[in-house]
């Protein structure tokens, strides 16, 4: 037993290679929720995120109801650093819409967003929790460092090709959309998400909103989640539950299932959706850094041997000189 445990300490306070990237082992997908992770793909791995949906609205005061179906289609794409990831949101629609003077059957963008999310803090990069091999209290312990989050921004635009039925009256064919994002892991198989984003600031349809993510993971395959938006607008307000489940077919594509509702009746919304997400990850080249002694030391060699070629050289110029 001995030594184990003395193998145990070799391998944990020695020289230790591991990656810090964005990137997983296995794909890490915003859907089936709404909320965008703090986290990007990784450098030149490109993602892909669909779904169709189905939906009924009714709006009491109003007195429409609409209903039909809808595609999701977003592209993630990591570029130039691990930090950093571009990517497109779009929705397209086809419903069927009544009111007492309305008959009509639309279809059409519903909107599209262009953005880049930067990670600008990451609490478990060059950080490493070093095992306790005599007490299995102490690796169990409760740990305040997982309340501190990982932080991003995210910047994008708003780009007016909607259906004139889906737009806003007068709406400008450009405006800014900007977030910050929080992202928590608790243990091994919780994650809180956090966005707080202010959307159309530049026009009469602004909106400052939340979304709030749970998601808990069963187990290597299974996953769950329930998530609370709030939207604050002069046009439009609302709060919005969510919640769903994913399925890992691969380590790089992911099926998924949701529904949605709100509490109120102007409108009343009913969500219910099925995606699939994709990853593409070929060209992905991991970035190996070392921590722990191993990596003292070849520091510390290395300037030892810089200091014998600065010696060597400086005998060399009294000789000479």
Do not use: C
């Not at 089936?32 to 779904?51: D, L, R």
């Not at 939207?231 to 949605?260: E, F, M, V, W």
Request: no cysteine.
């Amino acid at each position: 037993m001995k030594n184990l445990k003395i193998a145990f300490l070799f391998v944990f306070n020695f020289s230790v290679s591991f990656v810090i990237a964005q990137h997983t082992d296995m794909i890490n997908s915003n859907r089936p929720g709404q909320s965008m992770s703090a986290f990007s793909v990784g450098k030149t791995v490109f993602q892909m995120e669909t779904g169709i949906y189905g939906f009924k609205e009714d709006h009491d005061a109003a007195r429409y109801n609409s209903n039909g179906m809808g595609l999701d289609l977003d592209f993630r794409y990591g570029l130039y650093f691990e930090e950093l990831e571009v990517i497109v949101n779009s929705k397209y629609q086809y419903d069927k819409y009544y009111s007492p003077l309305v008959d009509e059957t639309r279809s059409g963008f519903r909107s599209l967003v262009v953005g880049a999310k930067y990670l600008l803090y990451d609490p478990f990069k060059n950080y490493e929790e070093k095992p306790n091999i005599y007490s299995w209290k102490a690796n169990h312990r409760f740990k305040w460092r997982q309340f501190i989050p990982a932080v991003s921004v995210y910047a994008g635009a708003n780009i007016g090709v909607a259906n004139e039925d889906y737009a806003y009256p007068d709406e400008p064919t450009v405006s800014p959309k900007v977030m910050i994002i929080a992202q928590n892991h608790f243990g091994t198989s919780w994650v809180l998400v956090t966005n707080i984003y202010y959307d159309k600031f530049t026009t009469d349809y602004s909106s400052l909103a939340y979304i709030l993510t749970l998601t808990r993971g069963f187990n290597e395959k299974w996953s769950g989640f329930i998530e609370n938006q709030g939207i604050d607008g002069d046009y439009y307000s609302d709060s919005i539950l969510r919640g769903g489940a994913a399925y890992l077919l691969k380590s790089n594509l992911q099926i998924d299932g949701s529904i949605s509702t709100n509490f109120k009746d102007t409108p009343s919304i009913l969500y219910g959706g099925v995606g699939i997400s994709w990853r593409f990850d070929e060209k992905y080249q991991p970035i190996k850094v070392e921590i722990g002694e191993g990596a003292e030391k070849r520091a510390g060699s290395k300037k030892k041997k810089d200091k014998q070629k600065k010696e060597a050289k400086k005998r060399v110029d009294e000789v000479e000189g």
